[in-house]
């Protein structure tokens, strides 16, 4: 399936509201061609976060499951002994987007991963919150802007890997 600007315009790019000439942008960053492929949509030069969001859009719903799945595998894979029932709600979506799970097994899994999640950020809050205190209030926000910058980085340095697993999910499809 091909796609044009006016589709992609259609979707309400960010890039409408962030600049005044945001349809203008649109319209040069797609010239190119008539008609864009998810594959093609890769392949812009604009930023990876932009190209994955243009693929989110289009892309088919099993392509963007196991997309998901890929970087939650690749995120479970930087901790040191995740919780299992994060590994099982991977598993479990994956298992969906191939028609070998049932809705009612991925609601139980996305529940119990829904659990983790929020046992997960109630620790880091605490945490934070402790650091804070213990710093001071400067030296809080400091820290707070240090880390925040660092974790930017990281998202940012994924951005590239994540292209090389959507690609490797849609050239899988064709």
Known sequence: MTYTVEDVLSWGPCWLEDYEDGEERVRAALSEREHWTPLQFLDLPIS???????????????????FACDCADAALGLIESPDPRSVEAVSVARRYAV????????????????????????????????????????????????????????????WDEQIKMLRARLEGEA
Do not use: F, M
């Open 48 to 66: 990876a976060e932009d190209r994955i969001w243009l693929v989110t859009h289009c892309a088919s719903d099993r392509v963007l499951r196991l």
């Open 99 to 158: 028609g070998a799970a049932t809705a009612a097994e991925l609601s139980a899994a996305w529940d119990a991963a829904w659990d983790v999640a929020g046992d997960a950020a109630g620790v880091a809050w605490s945490a934070a919150g402790v650091a804070w205190s213990a710093a001071g209030a400067d030296a809080g926000d400091a820290a707070w802007d240090a880390s925040w910058g660092a974790a930017r980085a990281a998202a940012e340095a994924a």
